[in-house]
């Protein structure tokens, strides 16, 4: 191993002020919900330069898939995952590898923020 360490290192120092904020899981793994059932969807949140404000999770489905859906969940201020129950309806659209969004939203310092992260569903038959 090198030595990484020193005066003949460049180094970069920012000082900022903290900006409370949140972020979601990066990488979700693609699920699978059957016509008529549910599943339970854990999120995980990561709480960033002290912010301690709710975080609001919810699936954003685009128009093509019919039928999938999820009911608002609040993740609390200590909280460090939520759990989304998405349903489908027993006509939902069948098909593989759609692309809805998990989003988060909060107001972290009076801001509105949006996170959004992307994951693939597929609908199959009961």
Same mark, same amino acid.
């Given at each position: ?10 180094? *970069? ?17 693609? &699920? ?6 549910? &599943?339970?969807?854990?999120? @995980? ?14 699936? =954003?489905?685009?128009? %093509? ?15 460090? %995952?939520?759990?989304?129950? &998405?349903?489908? @309806? ?9 692309? =809805?969004?998990? *989003? ?8 509105? =923020? ?5 994951? &693939? ?6």
């Amino acid at each position: 191993m090198t030595d990484q360490a020193g005066p003949g290192c460049a180094y *970069r120092l920012v000082i900022r002020q903290p900006t409370p904020d949140f972020d979601l899981a990066r990488n979700l793994e693609p &699920i699978s919900v059957k016509r008529g059932d549910t &599943i339970d969807l854990p999120i @995980a949140v990561t709480r960033q330069d002290g912010w301690q404000g709710p975080v609001n999770l919810s699936l =954003v489905t685009p128009p %093509e898939l019919f039928g999938v859906r999820s009911t608002v969940v609040t993740v609390p201020g200590s909280g460090k %995952e939520g759990r989304l129950r &998405i349903t489908a @309806a027993p006509n939902a659209t069948l098909g593989h590898f759609m692309t =809805v969004l998990v *989003r988060g939203e909060g107001t972290p310092a009076n801001q509105s =923020v949006v996170k959004d992260r992307p994951i &693939i569903v597929t609908v199959a038959e009961n």
